[in-house]
């Protein structure tokens, strides 16, 4: 009879759009649209009675009515070249890589001050402190962090130097001082280095837009929405509320500010779930180039974080607010809801994450004293830092560390279909809610899963219609 055929399940999956039948195959995160007889062939090993198995004669006995005995045994193969249909030999290893024993760090992130001149509820932020007890990160840290990037990673194509806080803005002399060393030592070397900060826009003046413009500083000011909903949770030490301030700062460095698209962060905690209000207000009325939303589960203070069925209200309202997306690509038109942007682009790139995201391998964020963290929000924290500037980054203990998430043995993550573009979910939430950064985030395991499915067929519907818009807003987005 031949060597048995069965499905392997865990590489495939199907995704119904208009009536077509799309393929996603999951360990190079590429997307198919499945013709007729891939189609017959999944359906009819599905359909077996023997446990999942057919052979290949029998599959062409069932299907050479409708097509030929070449064109069957040429997908078969394909199948099996894909690893969608096993024929009983052993699965190539997913990810080439079971262990991270070197980094290519293009990025760090100074937390140039632990002090911020805000009080929001929600801070994740384990070394937040009051203005007057802030400190400050010294000029010689910044620049030992500078060299350290450089000596670890000397031919990167592009740097990045992301300036934190608390509100860096608070640290402004530091940041001069460092853009004009950065300037003039990425210059020397014929290297590009990309400035970054996040900031709450209290302290933003012409003469500081100006300056940041010159620069070419990717901006994202947090923003959670109109004055309600900003002003419950983005207060002042003195518990006022921010909206006022903050529009009118954010309103001139919108009119002002040209040099690059400046966009809105958006914190979601329990009791805000109006997502497609919230991008309204930032997106038409105040004019941001992209609004983004950070869902809160795990936060330090549970008060904060949203209930299971707040977080299934806000996916339902990112929906929504995707199908917005949707129908103004087809018209050529971005209204920049950036959760939906990265995961077109994601899908449209192919991405296959063997890591959640940047941290540790190409992103360390340093800390006042100038010891190493996994990122900014594990600053203050009691996770293990990797080195120190000076010291330089322990890569054994680093390599150990990110080698724990690339193994999905015995995690749910082995065969789940999003497990290349989620790979486990952020350190930190792990962190924060089961004490342990290698654990993957399952509380919203199902809400993924759904989201990258809604994704797909956006995606799909974009590619069918409207290709272009990919070309014009997708790709510049993630060249720039």
Known sequence: MGLMLNLNEHNLHEVAVDGSRLLFHIPTSSLFSMDALTGSIIDALRSSEQSGKKSAEQLINELKQTFSEQEIHETISELISLEMVSDGRPLSAESPVQKVDSLSLSTVVLNVNTGCNLSCTYCYKEDLDIPSAGRKMALDTAIASIEMLLKESPDEAVYNVVFFGGEPLSNRRLIEAVVDYCDERFAALGKRVDYIMTTNATLLTDEIIDWLNSHRFGLSISMDGPKAIHDKNRITVGGQGTYDVVRRKALRLLERYDSRPVGAR???????????????????????????????????????????????????????????????????RNIGFSNMHQLITDIHEGHKKSLPCGAGLKMLAVDHEGDLNLCHRFTGSDLPTFGNVNSGVQQVELGEFLSQRLDRTDTGCGTCRIRNLCSGGCYHESYARYGDPAHPTYHYCDLMRDWVDFGIEVYSRIMATNPSFIDQFISPRRAS
């Open 266 to 332: 958006v914190t979601l905690t329990r009791g805000t779930t109006q997502v497609e209000h919230i991008w309204d207000h930032l997106f038409n009325e105040m004019g941001f180039a992209e609004v983004g939303f950070a869902p809160v589960t795990s936060g330090d203070v549970a008060s904060f974080n949203l209930s299971g069925d707040e977080l299934i209200e806000v996916f339902q309202g990112m929906k929504r607010l995707g199908q917005r997306y949707l129908d103004a690509a087809l018209e050529h």
